[in-house]
């Protein structure tokens, strides 16, 4: 059982900031640290713990946002790679499209708070209404959904499930026979995983835990030699001051990250869905942050609905008409959005192949909005 001393309790009682305090340590030459039970604070990540049961609460409607002023996204900040606070800013994919959210349904991309729920998390933190939307790498399972814990609004990209190993271990996987991978247990990572080693007859044995920063706490304490889980958070953790790392050039799956909202919350669902492929369409279409004014008042009925000079659609979708010509002036459209903080001008260099255009070789076709 976890203890709390008469300070922390103190600090507790009194809703004072602690959000920020952290224990480091190094362990076996990793650089490891260990957040304390954090609050809310401001101006910076709302930590959120799940409670052991969450009482139900009305379903969030787009005009509760509205007039809450605030939009509340949810992001994995157990590493940096979906959203991160520089300089008194948000950075990363998640924070970049949280405000593309806001901008559509507030009209001030700024007016966003971003809050760190882990992947276990999820469904209460949404169903506890601490969130509006759920983004970061979350996986898609039908258990999730059938059960009514959460509702998918839509695949945000795609990255692919990848294996950490040290530096000074061998780069070929047939190698590791015998050896041992750290996973979440009964999780996609471990499904896809097992699956894997067994179709290629590779040896190795499992690690499991109860969720991936588990997994990930294990494999710093040299207990086994491997980590699996998608190569944004391995990159994460290698690019967080985790030393003598790799990631192995296997690809285990693919692994689609996708938004979540409220279990029924089919409107927001709805407004992400359409909001997300207005970004696609703009690069459909090569409209970016430098042109796009001057797709405004255009002939092309689709151009019109898409840039809110028919008002009608995106209004039937509680959606401000002309928030993509404010959101693309400022962000760009979706392939300047995911290079910028995902792709090539990044420093995950994650490659866009299957959440590509189909133009360009990828899955993806814009619906058209009309």
Known sequence: MKTVSFFTALLICFGLNAANAQTSAYIDGYAYSQPQQAQYYTQQAVAYAAPAQT?????TKISDIVSRGVLRCGSDMSVNTYAR???GKWEGFDADFCRVLAQALLGDSEKIEMVNVGTNDVAEALNGAKIDIMLSGSPSSAALETSGEALNAGALYYDYQMLLARTEDPNDLESYH???????????????????NSKYNMGITYLTFADFNEAKRAFLLKRCQLLTAGSL?????????????????????????????????NELRLAVKWIL?????????????????????????????????????????????????????????????YERNLGKDSEYQLERVEGNLLKN?????????M
């Open 361 to 369: 070789g990828g899955t993806i076709y814009p619906i058209p909005f």
């Open 178 to 196: 015998g050896k041992k991978v750290c996973m979440a247990a009964d999780s996609e990572y471990s499904k896809n995983f097992e699956e894997y």
């Open 55 to 59: 009482a139900a609460v009305p379903t």
């Open 85 to 87: 606070f520089v300089d």
């Open 233 to 265: 958070l391995l990159k994460g953790i290698s690019n967080s001051g985790v030393k003598n790392t790799k990631i192995l050039p296997n690809k285990i799956a693919i692994h689609p990250a996708y938004a979540y909202v409220q279990k029924n919350n």
């Open 277 to 337: 492929n207005a970004l696609y369409l703009t690069e459909e279409y090569d409209i970016n942050a430098k042109n796009i004014k001057f797709y405004s008042f255009n002939d092309n009925m689709e151009l019109k609905n898409l840039m809110g000079e028919d008002a009608k659609l995106w209004s039937s979708l509680k959606v401000r008409p002309r928030w993509l010509v404010d959101a693309v002036a400022a962000f760009g459209n979706y392939a300047d959005i």
